[in-house]
């Protein structure tokens, strides 16, 4: 079992940029594809960016040229830096690790055995 942690989420305004973490654990390895994924009340889940073991970044179209997702193999910790943050962008935000990960451009997913934060709420205002 992978465990996960994120933390930096928080309030900013409209036009704003915030950074999230996440460190791993457990029996956590880098062969393991990392990524982020947000949900709003009420809509499902969706991808926003995914790492795969080559260190390939995947970006859903929403988030294109805003948002940008890093890895540090040294210390198993997964970054998002977010900048020109929307409203729309208001959302609880979870690091997932998997085995095998892909996504779509609109925010789609598909994963085999994954393993999920708890999240760190984002809202902007």
């Known amino acids: 079992h992978v465990q996960l942690v994120e933390s930096g989420g928080g309030s900013v305004q409209a036009g704003g940029s915030l950074k999230l973490s996440c460190v791993a654990s457990?029996?956590?390895?880098?062969?393991?594809?990392m990524a982020w994924f947000r949900q709003s009340p009420g809509k499902e889940r969706e991808a926003v960016a995914v790492?795969?073991?080559?260190?390939?970044?995947t970006y859903a179209d929403f988030v294109k040229d805003r948002f940008t997702i890093s890895k540090e193999l040294a210390t198993a910790s997964l970054s998002l830096q977010m900048n020109s943050l929307e409203n729309t962008d208001t959302a609880m935000y979870s690091c997932?690790?998997?085995?095998?990960?892909?996504?779509?451009?609109?925010?789609?997913?598909?994963?085999?055995?994954?393993?999920w934060g708890q999240g760190t709420q984002v809202t902007v205002s």
């Open positions: 790492l795969d073991t080559h260190g390939s970044a």
């Open positions: 997932a690790a998997a085995e095998a990960l892909s996504i779509g451009v609109h925010g789609t997913w598909d994963a085999r055995n994954i393993n």
């Open positions: 457990g029996n956590f390895h880098n062969a393991y594809c």
